[in-house]
């Protein structure tokens, strides 16, 4: 079965699983599933209009799918799918540093 | 000849053509013996001009291993102060120096470690205003910073100026690292395009950083660097490593260079520097730090508790944030809070903490407009309360 890797900043919301074996014909129809299954992971892999967010790449393999064809990609049984999002993390990782990040949070959870 | 003369003819050659003194010599043998370097290499280094952005986790292997190797000036942005947290991963900085201008420990520090370098410092943050000036004079620039507006800030004014971009970011025990800008090269916004919303971005509670990790990313960042100044090797161009601590795996996914890319593309719409923070979302940065909500004084909330008044204490920390230190409270992190809202008795009146307010003003939040009448923000949160009622609360 294709294999699905969740990167570290979303595994709350995928069970704290690093990975998942899923069905799937298509790039698009695996994260399909992977929401269906984690409902959490939706609003963090998809817009209110269902498009992917643009901070989320996804790799086949190691291709980015928006240079092969995006959500309608095949994908066979050994293939490995990758959701790599964007990390700002370096200089420091202090809890203070990111009050202002987690600012609008509730705003989301609210959705 | 007069012996005068001699010295200064030495001194003109010496100008025009780069030489390494015998100590330098001494110092830099394995390199020298290296092929791969020699003195060809070791030639470049020493003229070479490296801008290191952040002086933290990925900036110490940065800063000491371009020291060591001897790139001739090293330029430092930052503008912080060591404290003691930083002390697990930011190994330039020792005890000591707990209090210090980063700037200024690190510069003793890289000094010592080789006093034949320059250090150049820029004591500011990066904004949209300073960082062409502060970039130009560089020929290399090493992205070591922790947020997403300094982030394409340093993209866009790479790509301007056409200086490589060694980027490294790291989370937990996660890390990337890549070349940005180079030429025919993609950059940052090739691979994202946007940043993430602020809501979006893993909260306080999900920080942190395993100590080594940085100290293994900047010595990726750092190893790359040398190569483009050498001008050897195989750089990390259009290749994304990742690396998995935890699992200890390295993989690599291909990066391509967007045509459309609004700042490097064909027809680029980004022609000059932008407000960062407003395109990330942030407005008004650290002016706004919480949602306003009811707040009680630590004093207050222990006054109210000694005198018996009924009072649930709602902890919304993480479970192991709550094995370091507690008030007793009760434990649900803030973003359970909305799912487990049903185990909160609204008829009741709660106080929420966290370690500094801000997490449990969320959650104070979201309670009142689920319909909680009676609910109050511990202001300043744990750090308060071990300042101001239990100093054998430990601060983290």
């Known amino acids: 079965m294709p294999k699905v890797i969740i990167p570290t900043p979303l595994r709350q919301y995928a069970g704290k699983q ?36 643009s901070f989320v790449n996804v790799y086949l393999n190691d291709e980015d799918i928006r240079y092969l064809q995006k959500e309608d990609t095949p994908v066979k049984e050994s293939d490995v799918v990758s959701i790599v999002p964007s990390i700002a993390g370096g200089k420091d990782l202090e809890p203070q540093t990111c009050g202002e990040r987690s600012r609008t949070m509730n705003t989301d959870t609210h959705r | 000849m007069s012996k005068g003369s001699a010295v200064k ?19 830099y043998s394995r390199h020298l013996i290296m092929p791969e370097v020699g003195m060809e290499g070791q030639l470049k280094l020493k003229q070479a001009k490296v801008l290191l952005i952040g002086t933290g986790g990925l900036g110490a292997p940065l800063g000491l291993y371009l020291a060591a190797a001897g790139v001739g000036r090293i330029g430092l942005v930052d ?33 010592d470690l080789n006093p034949e370098i320059e250090i150049t410092l820029h004591e500011t943050k990066l ?23 300094t982030r394409y800030l340093v993209n866009d004014a790479c790509v301007l ?43 306080c509670a999900e920080g942190g950083v395993l100590g080594v990790l940085p100290g293994i990313v900047g010595a990726i960042q750092a190893n790359e660097t040398v190569k483009l100044i050498l001008g050897t090797g195989e750089t990390l161009k259009a290749r994304l490593l990742l690396f998995d601590a935890l699992k200890m795996r390295f993989r690599e996914l291909k990066l391509r260079k967007n045509p459309d890319c609004p700042v490097c593309g064909s027809r680029p719409t980004i022609t000059k520097l932008i407000d960062y923070y407003e395109f990330c979302g942030i407005r008004g940065e650290e002016a706004q730090p919480t949602v306003a909500v009811p707040e009680i004084e630590p004093k207050e909330l222990k006054r109210k508790l000694d005198a018996g008044e009924d009072i649930f204490v709602l902890d919304v920390r993480e479970p192991h944030e709550y094995q370091i230190c507690h008030l007793n409270g009760y434990l649900i992190p803030l973003g359970e809070i909305a799912r487990r809202a049903h185990e909160l008795d609204s ?50």
Not at chain 2, 127 to 142: F, G, K, Q
């Open chain 2, 347 to 396: 008829a009741r009146t709660i106080v929420a903490h966290c370690r500094s307010g801000k997490r449990s003003a969320e959650a104070v939040d979201f309670l009142r407009k689920a319909g909680f009448r009676k609910v109050w923000n511990l202001k300043g949160g744990i750090l308060a309360w071990s300042d101001q009622v239990d100093p054998s609360v430990p601060k983290y």
């Open chain 2, 79 to 111: 503008f912080d102060v060591v404290d003691f947290t930083n002390l697990q991963r930011q190994v330039t900085f020792g005890t000591k120096d707990v209090g210090r201008r980063k700037l200024d420990a690190a510069r003793e520090r890289l000094k």
């Open chain 2, 9 to 27: 003819n030495h001194q003109k050659a010496e100008a025009a053509q780069p030489v390494l003194s015998p100590q330098e010599i001494l110092r």
């Open chain 1, 18 to 53: 690093e990975a998942l074996d899923l069905q799937a014909k298509t790039v698009g129809e695996l994260l399909g599933r992977l929401v269906a299954e984690h409902g959490d992971l939706k609003r963090h892999l998809y817009t209110d209009d269902g498009k992917l967010r």
């Open chain 2, 161 to 203: 100026l056409g200086k490589p971009n060694v980027y490294g970011s790291i989370f937990r025990f996660e890390g990337q690292a890549t070349v940005f800008a180079l030429k025919d090269g993609p950059c940052y916004r090739c691979l994202y395009p946007e940043p993430p919303p602020p809501g979006l971005v893993p909260s």
């Open chain 2, 127 to 149: 904004e949209s205003a300073n960082a062409l000036d502060i970039l130009r004079p560089y020929d290399i620039v090493v992205d070591g910073t922790d947020n997403f507006p």
